[in-house]
């Protein structure tokens, strides 16, 4: 994983005039999935609305300069440290609950998924749940072209919608989960040479269809996997997994938070 890649992103969103943020509908999901849950709380990366979700958070995330400028600040029972989330240093059954938004999806599918699970269910003490929200691919998946006709007749309201649309439909075109960021912006580049009529058609600020140009030359690889895909990875150590809908806003339908247990076992 390439923390370069999460700082550009991280910068160009914060820089729009309408700042990316994580939905309020989506903070309470997270909030309300874990309040019986007792105890000091995992949170891999340093999503905003997250890193304060309770005043017992240990944020982990593997870049020092993110830790730096976008945690809010360590207290007596909250802090952050930097980490690999499928290395964490922490102690077995040091957290009761574990929290994340597209963790997996970070990840390649199925075996760095697979081996991010297996070091969550140690650090989980039994009983303990794990809340990360996952970006689903639909099982009839879109083609780019039906994902472009949409985009230009301004049926998308979102640029976000938009580009993880066109992710997934190049994913599904070819039969692989997994894709590089660049050959998304490849795609991009290719399907919409003129991005003023995308961005007039879409009701979007040019600047925030120029966001795609993180994606190029990144190393960063993103998965998006179907909801049966996702179950197939979890190790026996959870149990009860299931998907959560959460939230009205756009492509709620793909963003659904996934939930389990660690097994008391």
């Not at 944020?59 to 440290?81: K, L, M, N, Q, Y």
């Amino acid at each position: 994983m390439s923390t370069s890649h999460w700082d550009k992103l991280y910068g160009a969103w914060s820089r729009l005039r309408t700042p990316v943020r994580l939905q309020d509908e989506v903070i309470a999901a997270f909030a309300q999935q874990i309040a019986d849950r007792p105890g000091p709380v995992l949170l891999l990366g340093l999503t905003r609305g997250l890193t304060d979700l309770r005043p017992d958070v240990v944020a982990i995330d593997r870049d020092e300069t993110s830790v730096r400028d976008r945690w809010p600040g360590d207290a007596t029972t909250r802090r952050a440290v930097v980490g690999d989330w499928r290395q964490p240093p922490f102690a077995a059954g040091a957290f009761a609950a574990c929290i994340g938004d597209g963790i997996p999806n970070a990840l390649q599918h199925p075996d760095g998924a697979a081996s991010l699970y297996d070091a969550l269910a140690a650090l989980l003490s039994p009983g303990g749940r794990l809340v990360c929200r996952v970006f689903a691919m639909p099982d009839v998946p879109e083609t780019v072209d039906a994902v472009g006709a949409a985009a230009l007749q301004g049926q998308i309201r979102r640029f976000m919608a938009f580009k993880f649309r066109l992710a997934m439909a190049v994913c599904a075109e070819r039969g692989d989960p997994n894709i590089a960021v660049q050959a998304i912006h490849d795609a991009f580049e290719a399907a919409f040479p003129d991005r003023n009529r995308l961005a007039a058609a879409g009701g979007w600020d040019r600047a925030e269809v120029d966001t795609i140009d993180v994606y190029r030359s990144s190393p960063q690889v993103y998965s998006f996997p179907t909801r049966q895909q996702c179950l197939s990875v979890i190790p026996a150590a959870f149990t009860d997994a299931r998907f959560v809908a959460v939230g009205t806003f756009e492509l709620a339908e793909r963003y659904p938070l996934l939930v389990m247990e660690r097994s008391s076992y």
